[in-house]
């Protein structure tokens, strides 16, 4: 029996179903139709490594994908009617709060050989591309307001399709929560609106480095910068202490390069040890790894 085009999709137990099979379906079914791969317009909100690679095998056949990043709405009582200055801090709020979840997710990768192959097969793909030079990923972040939605979109030339609803491109939203996607094909019924949607909200989006925030991993630091790292981990705020002039209580839970947001660990008395002279002759800016030189890498 011939493969039909996926209409429904969600994360379930009985009868067993993920959305990321059903992604899967929709791109290779129109693969298969069309004797190659089409393109692809996605709009998700986040993306995370082991999103991408549930999908990876029919993206990168792909000749050009499209992907729409975007903040969506911070979950506040509404109050009324509020004036626009107020709408758009809202928005760069919003924004801010998105730039931090993908810096999170980044971090939460670890030092496990199979998360660090993953990101380090999405970081190829986003720098990919074709035989003229140009990129075969773009991706921008909608800054039009708040991005909601998710769709994935089949650009067939003759059999357009799509899925929509809620899964974003992560491995949660394509295999555990509780999702709904609802799909059609053809240029009749609703295929068109959503693809136009997908395009609307497009034109107003600037484009976004998702490679850049994850190659910073694998980047080279000399033996002594690292160490220097590790005790800015340990001993940074005590270091900020130390100031001269710093009147202002230490900010717990900064963030810092490279590492998660998370409160300081309790730190010993070492006021009159050798690390007390030397904390005190590196600055903040020496402790924090952005060097490039050297041969050890951090993060795989």
Not at 46 to 74: C, K, S, T, W
Not at 87 to 112: N, P, V
Not at 233 to 257: A, C, M, V
Request: charged share 20%.
């Amino acid at each position: 029996m011939t493969e039909q085009l996926p209409v429904f999709a969600t994360n379930r137990l009985s009868p067993p179903m993920v959305v990321g099979d059903e992604v899967n379906r929709l791109f290779r079914v129109n693969r298969k139709a069309l004797g190659a791969a089409a393109t692809a317009s996605i709009a998700t909100a986040y993306v995370n490594p082991a999103g991408f690679l549930f999908v990876a095998d029919e993206l990168e056949q792909m000749p050009h994908v499209r992907i729409l990043l975007g903040a969506e709405p911070i979950p506040e009582p509404e109050l009324g009617p509020r004036p626009d200055a107020a709408i758009e801090q809202r928005l760069q709020d919003a924004l801010s709060q998105h730039d931090t979840w993908l810096r999170a997710e980044r971090d939460a990768l670890g030092f496990e050989q199979k998360s660090t192959e993953s990101a380090k097969r999405l970081v190829a793909w986003l720098r990919d591309a074709d035989e003229t030079g140009e990129p075969i990923v773009e991706i921008r972040r909608y800054t039009g307001g708040f991005l909601h939605g998710k769709a994935y979109i089949s650009n067939h030339p003759t059999h357009p399709a799509y899925l929509a609803g809620s899964s974003n491109l992560t491995i949660a939203g394509l295999t555990r929560n509780a999702e709904l996607n609802v799909g059609a094909s053809n240029s009749h019924g609703s295929t068109p609106q959503v693809i136009d949607w997908f395009e609307e909200c497009w034109a107003q989006s600037d484009e976004y480095d998702l490679a850049a925030l994850y190659e910073p991993l694998w980047a080279s630091h000399s033996p002594w910068t690292i160490f220097l790292r590790m005790l800015w981990e340990r001993y940074g705020s005590r270091l900020e202490e130390d100031i001269p002039g710093n009147t202002s209580p230490t900010k717990s839970g900064s963030e810092r390069p490279f590492s998660p947001s998370r409160s300081s660990p309790q730190r010993p008395n070492n006021s009159g040890s050798a690390f007390s002279l030397q904390r005190r002759r590196h600055s903040r800016r020496a402790c924090g790894i952005r060097c490039s030189s050297g041969t050890t890498s951090v993060g795989g």
